[in-house]
């Protein structure tokens, strides 16, 4: 079964400083998509970073980049200088490469503190 | 604009009842998706349905029955609700039915049975 862990139920920070929050997957697809949501109070789901599995290169987007482990199996997320507007669910989800579902970890509450 | 809008956002209802949710997507993607949240947060693929064609149905009860009249709307009718129907459920839409496109999400709808 194709599963997403995500060990950090709650996690916080205090303004500007970088936060990193965990994720690890389980599956035995090659290829395959990793992303990032945020969910915030709003309860809108918007996307935060994406990563195909074939690049070794990490994905980055402004103040959020990822570690992208293959052999771990591990994708964190990494949020730098973080602002206030960052305090909201963060959702890691996976898509195998024959399909278009999107499996997610049971994310991880962060708070940011002023 | 909002690219993918459900209504109605709030929905309390007695057991037993039957209510739709309805969405659309002005964004011209052929790709729709109902998820559920759970009072845990936990998010799950429900349905996907690709120009009109019913494509994933993750072993929801038939309770739940997607309609999709054309490719931009896609309403999910609820019949005999029942106490664990109680959710949030989220619109999404893809512009095709390939790993790793972005995937949109409505701002979701939030139904309580009681």
């Known amino acids: 079964a194709q599963t997403v862990t995500q060990s950090q139920p709650e996690m916080s920070v205090q303004e500007a400083e970088t936060v990193t929050l965990s994720c690890t997957y389980d599956?035995?697809?090659?290829?395959?998509?990793l992303f990032w949501y945020k969910q915030p109070p709003s309860r809108q789901m918007i996307l935060v970073i994406r990563?195909?599995?074939?690049?070794?290169q990490n994905a980055t987007e402004n103040r959020f980049s990822v570690n992208f482990q293959k052999a771990a199996k591990s994708f964190s997320l990494k949020i730098s200088d973080s602002q206030l507007g960052d305090t909201a669910m963060y959702f890691c989800?996976?898509?195998?490469?024959?399909?278009?579902?999107?499996?997610f970890g049971t994310g991880t509450r962060l708070q940011v503190f002023p | 604009d909002t690219a993918v809008s459900q209504t109605p956002k709030y929905l309390v209802t007695q057991m037993g009842n039957d209510k739709s949710i309805k969405c659309e997507q002005n964004?011209?993607?052929?790709?729709m998706y109902w998820y559920k949240q759970d009072s845990k947060k936990f998010l799950k693929i429900m349905f996907s349905?690709?120009?009109?064609?019913?494509?994933i149905n993750e072993t929801v009860p038939n309770r739940f029955s997607p309609k999709s009249p054309d490719k931009a709307h896609l309403n999910l009718h609820i019949n005999s609700l029942e106490l664990g129907d109680s959710a949030v459920y989220f619109c999404?839409?893809?512009?095709?039915?390939?790993?790793?496109?972005?995937?949109?999400f409505g701002e979701g709808s939030w139904l309580t049975v009681v």
């Open positions: 990563q195909e599995a074939y690049k070794q």
């Open positions: 999404a839409s893809s512009q095709q039915r390939t790993s790793g496109n972005t995937i949109y």
């Open positions: 349905y690709n120009n009109k064609e019913l494509i």
């Open positions: 599956t035995s697809e090659n290829n395959y998509y």
């Open positions: 989800a996976f898509t195998p490469y024959n399909t278009d579902k999107l499996i």
């Open positions: 964004l011209g993607h052929d790709t």
